[in-house]
């Protein structure tokens, strides 16, 4: 036996990290190769003019218990900060509690319409919609429809750009399963404190102070003091295997000194599945380049707009459902963390869900900062003139989209590396094409490490969506009996393969909705 190279790991996102970081732990060699030029992925902390961004929001709150002691491993708990979780839903000049509050909804929309919407759940529950396949009839079937037309219906078409009676029900299966119109009418009765039993309701979270980058930046340190080594701005161009042994046997990577060969015993890809597959070198077979071709993104963009404390506001973030502007969902970033932002100021973070071939992911940065400015000023969460400065935050591939076709194109990349590279370890969320939460994609990670060090066995596809995850601890090894397509993750609906909602940027900005009180 030769010298042993070691593992390469694609990625220093979560996942990338935490494999990094448990690889260490059993002994192992490791080497982490980054093509942007930070760390930690969709969970990095942006740093512009000393203001913080967090991309998208991170609640650090997890049942997976050696997930919890990872995270206390790498920061000191005096790192952490305990936060309150505050959500409302803007809708039409009101906000409205979220999860939904029996006392606050009645008081926005005056008794006639509350009585209409109680009228409308009844109807539901007496002859419910048909077809609760998709997303619409399944959460009208629950709430009736003009609660779900208010709550529902636009911030779910944002997110996803397409109709919601085109989203498979599994999504609001997942995301609001055990709430209904009765249930939030009892919520408004109970403490408030420490409710767990639904996937809404977790009051209470940890976050580190600067932002979720903050473990991640730290993690690398720890990786490179162990022996470990993180390079940035290093793009993996290629993934070499042998045919004959049916494994990889190292990657090209390019940085600014130029091109190299680095040898591999074992690959941890946290890159998007379908780059890896066009990475391999000889080529995958065309059925399974096919495959990689037709998996989709949704890609994320955040304005961050600095504005006088005076506008901040106690949520965390609001969902926008107002169908008149195109921002989904506000960020109050002095809300998560005060260390985020400055003196007598905070930073809003206007969250807009794309695709990358939009037109507004191609609109200039200033173009942006003036829409977002528009867009705040008209649902009268500032008074106009205040905003003093904008940032721009692009996030591709944020989201992996569970089109009709995407389990299918997983599966016959899956199988194909299964069998003709099985040193090849995907990991994480867009490496295996799985929309989960931070704590799963590093659970997938830790359940890797251990495969490689320790020939341990687990099939880390078994951690996925969120069947009973607030509802049920994971055993200690994580693993699952089935097919791979429940866990311990998030799922995300199934959407049409092509995109069938888009928006243009000139006609949000002649939308002018109604105005509110600030919060």
């Keep these: 036996m030769g010298e042993k190279s070691g593992t390469v790991v694609i990625g220093a996102g979560p996942a990338g990290l935490t494999a990094a970081y448990e690889l260490l732990r059993h002994g192992e060699p490791v080497r982490v190769f980054e093509a942007d030029d930070v760390v930690g992925g969709i969970s990095r902390t942006v740093e512009r003019d000393g203001w913080r961004f967090d991309i998208g929001g991170h609640r650090f709150f997890t049942k997976v218990s050696r997930v919890e002691a990872f995270w206390h491993e790498i920061l000191p708990d005096e790192d952490f900060l305990l936060r309150p979780r505050m959500s409302r839903i803007y809708y039409r000049g009101a906000l409205y509690d979220y999860p939904l509050n029996a006392g606050n909804a009645l008081r926005n929309l005056g008794i006639i319409e509350a009585l209409r919407c109680v009228g409308s759940y009844g109807r539901a529950r007496l002859r419910p919609p048909k077809d609760q396949s998709h997303f619409e009839g399944w959460v009208s079937a629950r709430f009736g429809w003009r609660l779900y037309s208010k709550f529902f219906k636009t911030y779910t078409e944002k997110v996803w750009g397409m109709p919601a009676d085109q989203l498979q029900a599994d999504w609001a299966a997942q995301r609001i399963k055990n709430l209904s119109l009765s249930k939030a009418m009892a919520n408004a009765l109970l403490p408030r404190r420490n409710r767990k039993d639904v996937t809404s309701l977790i009051e209470e979270f940890q976050y580190p102070k600067h932002g979720p980058g903050m473990m991640w930046e730290r993690c690398t340190e720890q990786v490179e003091k162990r022996g470990g080594s993180v390079r940035t701005g290093t793009w993996v161009t290629a993934v070499h295997r042998d045919p ?110 794309v695709f990358e071939d939009d037109e507004m992911w191609r609109t200039p940065d200033p173009d942006l900062v003036a829409l977002a400015t528009a867009e705040l000023e008209g649902l009268g969460l500032v008074r106009p003139g205040c905003v003093e400065a904008g940032y721009v935050v692009r996030m591709p591939k944020a989201y992996p989209v569970y089109d009709e076709r995407y389990q299918q194109n997983v599966d016959v990349i899956r199988d194909w590396l299964t069998r003709e590279v099985p040193n090849v370890h995907p990991v994480g969320r867009n490496g295996m094409h799985r929309y989960n939460n931070q704590d799963h994609s590093m659970l997938t990670a830790m359940l890797t490490a251990e495969n490689i060090a320790h020939g341990a066995g687990h099939d880390v596809w078994t951690v996925n969506v969120e069947q009973d995850y607030h509802e049920e601890r994971t055993s200690s090894a994580g693993r699952r009996h089935g097919d791979g397509r429940h866990g311990t993750g998030r799922d995300a609906p199934i959407v049409p393969a092509r995109p069938v909602l888009r928006r243009r940027v000139t006609e949000i900005r002649e939308a002018t909705p109604a105005p509110v009180r600030r919060p």
């Design 244 to 353: 004959a042994a049916a494994r990889a046997t190292g990657v090209t990577v390019a940085d600014a000194d130029g091109e190299r060969t680095e040898p591999a015993d074992h690959v941890i890809s946290s890159m998007p599945i379908s780059a890896l597959v066009r990475a391999l070198r000889p080529a995958a077979p065309p059925q399974v380049l096919a495959a990689a071709d037709d998996l989709r993104y949704r890609d994320f963009l955040t304005v961050a707009l600095v504005v006088p404390e005076e506008f901040s506001f106690p949520d965390n973030w609001i969902y926008v459902h107002d169908p008149a502007v195109r921002v989904g969902r506000i960020q109050n970033f002095g809300s998560w963390s005060p260390y985020l932002v400055k003196d007598g100021r905070t930073c809003l973070g206007l969250e807009y869900f």
